[in-house]
């Protein structure tokens, strides 16, 4: 199959790229650097001539409110009308387990548009919803950080490996469209502020974690449940320990 992952130069689409390769398909590894931007539209239509399979990988460049906002509407736009003009059969889309949850936060409202303009389009898809990254875990810390302290939410989270998530975008990839939301997660349940002291202290870093439960998690508040997915998530192998154990050129 002709597969174009747009945002196949980062740190999911990257591993899923290889992974289709490795598999015999033709995967494209779509971004600005490949010469397609979703925000211009420059490229889109030659890079989907002939395509099956569109997977969505691409994060906006700026966590900023707004910026996000427009991002996700302005490439989901472009990309959708472009994937219908070129016959595109099914759409695949990487979200987060929780964003109909976290309207609060200026990213998740950045989210929320980007499904709702996939499940308004005449395209059939797949919303793959995953829990956070452990390769994340650094940049979470950073969002509640304040000298040598990071503030963060005692919330549950049962957080994945990008390995894992990469090996479930090439079943749901290659299988049929869904039409709906399917979800990922690790192995493990885990308080978020204890995770990430867990984190601190494997990699010698002096900040220390303050459990706050009215701290915000990229602008929302958490309930303990607010990150955790359902009923029956496809679950990936690496826990926290086997994903650190890594050589560190993979975490
Ligand atoms: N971080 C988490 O814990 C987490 C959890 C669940 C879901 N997710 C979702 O996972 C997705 C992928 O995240 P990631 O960490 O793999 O992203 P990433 O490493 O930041 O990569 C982002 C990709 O988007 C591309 N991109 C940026 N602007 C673009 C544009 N105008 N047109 C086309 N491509 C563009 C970048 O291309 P260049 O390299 O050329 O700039 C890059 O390939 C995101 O949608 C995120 O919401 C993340």
């Known amino acids: 199959m002709k597969i174009v992952v747009i945002g196949g130069t980062g740190l999911i689409g990257s591993k899923l790229v290889n992974n289709l390769r490795a598999l015999d398909h033709e995967a494209i590894a779509a971004s600005p650097a490949s010469g397609v931007n979703t925000i211009t539209g420059e490229g889109l239509a030659e890079v989907l001539a002939g395509t099956q399979v569109v997977v969505d990988v691409a994060n906006s460049p700026s966590f900023e409110d707004k910026a996000v906002l427009e991002f996700f509407q302005t490439s989901g ?10 016959g595109v059969k099914h759409h695949v889309a990487l979200s987060v387990v929780g964003t109909d949850r976290l309207a609060e936060s200026g990213y998740f409202r950045g989210k929320i548009a980007q499904e709702k303009l996939i499940r308004e389009s005449k395209i059939p898809y797949t919303i793959v919803h995953s829990t956070q990254f452990f390769e994340f875990l650094g940049g979470i810390a950073q969002s509640g950080t304040d000298g040598n302290t990071v ?20 079943e749901f990839t290659l299988g049929a ?50 990150l955790v997915p359902g009923e029956n998530p496809r679950i990936g192998k690496l826990g926290f320990d086997a994903w650190f154990a890594l050589p560190k050129p993979a975490r």
């Open 77 to 86: 736009r472009n990309l959708l009308a472009a994937e219908e003009k070129a």
């Open 151 to 170: 503030r963060l939410s005692p919330a549950f989270v049962q957080p994945i490996a990008s390995d894992d998530v990469a090996a479930a975008m090439v």
């Open 177 to 226: 469209p869904r039409n709906g939301v399917v979800e990922i997660a690790g192995p493990e349940r885990v308080r978020l502020s204890e995770l990430v002291q867990r984190y601190l202290s494997k990699t010698k870093d002096p900040r220390t974690v303050v459990p706050d439960v009215h701290s915000r998690y990229f602008g929302a508040e958490l309930e303990d449940d607010t």
